[in-house]
């Protein structure tokens, strides 16, 4: 029998930006580990975290002693005895009082910020119009931040804040470079922030926060995968690819926009210079547009897609027909999607998902009709099931990435 290694290594080192595996490296990402399977898993015990992570129980009693010593966990019950008399498994818990994380979300009408502690429990939400001038609003956003830190001043750290933007976002400049929604441009997001708040600050693409929320706070039965595409339908289509665990983010910080991928090439001019592009057919814009060519000459004018969505729930037959379209081009796009990417799970958000019930069989339908692998039936297409709003989770998992991910070695 052929003996293969336990590991599959399959990363080319970065030499550009080395990150040797030295002594300090190999702490932090077991510490990083172990965090980890507790935000998963608590409460939970060490004997259990090392039959999960594979570490010795004298490696596991060290590094939870220096994150009880951090204050980043806490034991819970301790001194308890069992019946027969012997000292049980003291379970242990994230500390949720150790960091208190800021989240941002910026739309095109309303922007929201949140404050949430270290298991994820928001413990602040207020929310404001969005301003037309960045400068302004921006100093505005930090002045909140900062009467929120004083307010809760109970936490130990605030290690950050994560923006979530919508449009073309440059996460390695900071900058927010455009959108059709928002009348932004080249914004150093990033810089303004931090010099009103001396926090610092992560950005990131709507579309990609919520894909990052996904594979951290998803549904149970999705939380582990490690191949995710995420569909944001609003205004625009734009998509967020988690592969192997961590965002894709493209050579220039701008993939995701495969709303911009052609589907008929006969179609109506777009925005971006082609003809027929998938946004055309998909996204709200399309279903509103689609239903104004639908109505009855004395139908009700609907601008908003809430709207639209409860003319669906009133039975009204255009606006539930101009849906349905949305749904067969939506399959038609995440067909190709999931033949080129072979996704685990397809999660598509925005409003048009509260007509799940409704949209899914037409979307399941389409894509089943289309895919090449022959495994196609297990790949699950699921609504995001968030109580806040996707990319407002996906603003606050941007710092908690930050806090938990594991580089990648070499
Ligand atoms: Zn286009």
Redesign the pocket.
Known sequence: MVSRPRHNFSRKPNLADVTAAGHDMLRLVNRRILLSILSDRQPISRAEIAKISGLNKATISTITGELLKDSCIVEEGSGRTTPIGGKPPTPLRLNGKRFGLFGVDIRADETIVALCDFNNRIVARISFETGSDPVVFLSKIGKEIRKLRTKYDSFIEFPGIGVSLPGLVDNHTGKFLLSVVLPWRDVPVVQLLEKATNLPVIIDNSARCSALAEIWHGKAQYAHVRNLLYVSVSTGLACGMVIDGGLYRGGNNTAGQF??IPIDINGND???G?RG?W??YASDKATLKRYLELRVTNGRRVTTMRKLVELVEAGDAAATEAVRETARYLGIGITGLINGLDPEVVVIGGEITKLWGLIEPIIVEQTKRNLLAPRSHVIAIRPSAFEVRPSLKGALTLIQNSLLSVPHMG
């Open positions: 709303g911009h777009c925005r971006c082609q592009c946004d055309l």
